[in-house]
T-cell receptor, first 113, second 109 residues
Framework: NAGVTQTPKFQVLKTGQSMTLQCAQD?????MYWYRQDPGMGLRLIYY???????DKGEVPNGYNVSRLNKREFSLRLESAAPSQTSVYFC????????????FGSGTRLTVV | GQQLNQSPQSMFIQEGEDVSMNCTSS?????WLWYKQDPGEGPVLLIA?????ELTSNGRLTAQFGITRKDSFLNISASIPSDVGIYFC?????????FGTGTSLTVIP
């Protein structure tokens, strides 16, 4: 069982570059999420997709865009990376909404120089 | 966003000792979750709590949903080296979960 798969695992970007973080889940979950994790800050929600075809902003959406490509895939795009976006990014999914908790991927460690 | 205060920030304990950590908020939450994160991995769900006063166990782990719905507690009994990691609480407010800042646990053999 793959669960939630994130690619890439590591990435270094120069300020102003763009990139897309990929996430796919094979559990037939309806809801998918993108979090960032920074030292001393816990996990903060960037965007989420409650179901295929919908996306909503979370706590820290500025500088990011998302696409729910289909039920399995939810991508996160940085159009013009900034050093403040250096973080570890986690994708997560849940069967329906957040009530039963999430299954997390193993993360993408992004450094913007 | 909602603020969750998790304490302690870090713990260093001897193998075999019991561990207690807690999470408090100024807001009422409908659901409390406890996760564990190993280095280089994503958080893994340990226990979910859905009702005020609920006490739930998962092996050596026991968690409680506070009566006020503003806090939750996690206890680990007879710690072992593989308990090392960061433990996060998460509270549901509306249709989102908000995470605490984590408790880093080190178990000394």
């Amino acid at each position: 069982n793959a669960g939630v798969t994130q690619t890439p695992k590591f990435q270094v970007l120069k300020t102003g570059q763009s990139m897309t973080l990929q996430c796919a889940q094979d559990m037939n979950h309806n809801s998918m999420y993108w979090y960032r994790q920074d030292p001393g800050m816990g996990l903060r929600l960037i965007y989420y997709s409650a179901s295929e075809g919908t996306t909503d902003k979370g706590e820290v959406p500025n500088g990011y865009n998302v696409s729910r490509l289909n039920k399995r895939e939810f991508s996160l795009r940085l159009e013009s990376a900034a050093p403040s976006q250096t973080s570890v990014y986690f994708c997560a999914s849940s069967p329906q909404g957040a009530h039963y908790g999430y299954t997390f991927g193993s993360g993408t460690r992004l450094t913007v120089v | 966003g909602q603020q969750l205060n998790q304490s302690p920030q870090s713990m260093f304990i001897q193998e075999g000792e019991d561990v207690s950590m807690n999470c408090t908020s100024s807001s009422i939450f409908n659901t409390w979750l406890w996760y564990k994160q190993d280095p280089g991995e994503g958080p893994v769900l340990l226990i979910a709590l859905y009702k005020a006063g609920e006490l739930t166990s998962n092996g050596r782990l026991t968690a409680q949903f506070g009566i006020t719905r503003k806090d939750s507690f996690l206890n680990i009994s007879a710690s072992i080296p593989s308990d090392v990691g960061i433990y996060f609480c998460a509270g549901q407010f509306g249709n989102q979960f908000y995470f605490g800042t984590g408790t880093s646990l080190t178990v000394i053999p």
